[in-house]
């Protein structure tokens, strides 16, 4: 507070030494006119007053009214004093110079405002000129995002660097936070943000030089802004807002559109998927069933052959019994039904567990662990995660060239464990990044090519979320994806 008043004077000082330095200047001015008019010995008082009356505009022109106003009545006393007759007294003898005196000094007065005014015209209108570039600005920044997360994270940011405010918060009530320039904001408090919401109507204090402003579109407040630090006018608050709640919508919009296209390319996948889960547990059923026909034809069969065909019962058995495992822990997930048995385990355990447990998939493919020795425990379900990473396991397999590696690493983030897993396969594009840990969906290049239901990464995310988790995947077309995931330590 200290250092705040000593700049506060400061301020005060530098304006007042620049002021009275302008009043110097101008009676400087008078006088030098005066001296030269008098050296010279000019008896024609229109000359003098002429140039008097030209330094008054100038002086108006660049210092504004008052210091020309001042001049002028400075420059009306001096032509009195030193160049109407009687010279050397303020009297004035002849009536005729008591009307030239007070149309000089009314001349001096009008032009003075006339060019205050328009000197004050042209800064509005230089003001106004560099505020319609700052807003052209700030819109073409809005339009670089779709998601209204960002945009929001972003909105305080542009607002600082585009309008040279101090400070910038953003809030919506249909999501609760405030989203500010940064983190420590005394002066824009999120009660003033939600008392503008609320009322619908701006709150502007000159004075601390804060601004809060409803975010309008049409008669609906969608948010509000507030902004501290700068003094902008009320039409540059009014048409910052608006921007911003358009950009708002036009994001929601996007999402919206987003998310009834991926719905109804969801449908029209829905049949195919249908179709692909009839096939799946078909396929088992129809190997099973042909298997046991050539056991009960009463045909006699090499000891070879009846291996063979007890074999593949075996492992259909196994395909079809999973099948229906994931069917029905799907429709446990949906029904919110999983008990979880936590505790503190080792990741490590499970990862060794789950490649055990994949070993017949995983087939060629090297297996490449990289988890450092002191990783802390985390509170798991182990057998819920061993599923998770055979999944995970299961599907870097499947989507991978014959013998390239999998690699899977772990580490401590924000007091989370970070597991990942990854393969070289084809990589994920950015779309079907945000739909492939949904129901039912598999990826519409490697559907036709790979076996599978859609539900075995939908059941990973739901066991993870179960955790207080959270799970994703990165990748880059061509180059492999890492599928990681979080669970919380002991």
């Not at 504004?64 to 032509?79: E, H, I, Q």
């Not at 779709?146 to 305080?156: I, Q, W, Y």
């Not at 009960?296 to 999973?322: C, F, K």
């Not at 129901?439 to 990973?460: E, P």
Request: charged fraction near 20%.
């Amino acid at each position: 507070m200290k250092l705040s008043n000593v700049s506060y004077n400061r301020v005060v000082k530098d304006n007042l030494r620049r002021t009275v330095i302008r009043y110097v200047v101008a009676v400087g001015a008078v006088f030098l006119i005066t001296i030269f008019f008098r050296r010279i010995h000019v008896n024609n008082p229109t000359t003098v007053a002429l140039t008097f009356l030209l330094t008054v505009l100038i002086v108006s022109t660049v210092w504004g009214l008052r210091v020309s106003v001042f001049m002028a009545v400075v420059a009306t006393l001096a032509f009195n004093y030193y160049f109407l007759p009687p010279f050397g007294t303020f009297t004035i003898a002849d009536p005729q110079n008591w009307v030239a005196l007070f149309a000089f000094l009314v001349t001096a007065v009008i032009a003075s405002q006339l060019s205050a005014r328009a000197r004050r015209e042209a800064l509005n209108a230089n003001e106004r000129r560099h505020d319609v570039e700052r807003l052209y600005s700030f819109s073409q920044k809005l339009l670089t995002s779709d998601n209204v997360v960002e945009l929001l994270n972003l909105l305080p940011r542009y607002i600082v660097e585009a309008f040279g405010v101090k400070a910038a918060a953003i809030s919506l009530p249909d999501r609760g936070d405030v989203y500010r320039s940064t983190p420590d904001i005394g002066s824009l408090d999120s009660h003033d943000l939600q008392l503008v919401c609320s009322r619908g109507e701006p709150r502007i204090d000159s004075q601390r030089q804060l601004a809060f402003m409803p975010l309008r579109m049409g008669l609906r407040t969608v948010g509000s802004l507030g902004v501290s630090g700068s003094r902008l006018s009320r039409q540059t608050l009014d048409a910052m807002s608006s921007l911003i709640a358009i950009a708002i919508e036009r994001v929601r919009a996007v999402e919206n559109l987003s998310r009834t296209e991926a719905a109804r390319e969801s449908e029209q996948l829905r049949s195919v998927l249908l179709d692909s889960v009839t096939h799946e547990f078909r396929t088992p059923l129809t190997a099973i069933k042909a298997s046991v026909t050539s056991l009960l034809s009463g045909s006699e069969l090499a000891p070879e052959q009846q291996r063979e065909l007890l074999t593949v019962i075996n492992e259909e058995s196994d395909r079809l019994n999973r099948l229906v495992g994931e069917a029905a822990e799907m429709a446990q997930l949906d029904a919110n039904k999983v008990e979880l048995e936590l505790g503190p385990h080792s990741i490590r355990e499970a990862l060794d567990a789950a490649i055990e447990g994949s070993r017949n998939i995983l087939g060629t493919h090297p297996i490449e662990i990289r988890l450092p020795g002191d990783l802390p425990k985390v509170r798991m379900d182990e057998a819920r995660i061993k599923e998770v990473l055979m999944q995970l396991l299961e599907n870097a397999a499947k989507y991978s060239p014959a013998d390239a590696p999998i690699q899977i690493t772990g580490e401590v983030r924000n007091r989370q464990l970070m597991t990942s897993v990854s393969d070289r396969g084809a990589g994920i594009d950015d779309f079907e990044q945000a739909l492939i840990f949904d129901k039912f969906y598999r990826g519409r290049n490697q559907r036709m090519m790979v076996q599978g239901t859609g539900m075995g990464l939908a059941i990973a995310k739901a066991i993870i979320e179960a955790h207080h988790g959270t799970i994703g995947v990165t990748s880059q077309l061509g180059h492999g994806s890492v599928f990681y995931f979080t669970l919380p330590l002991v």
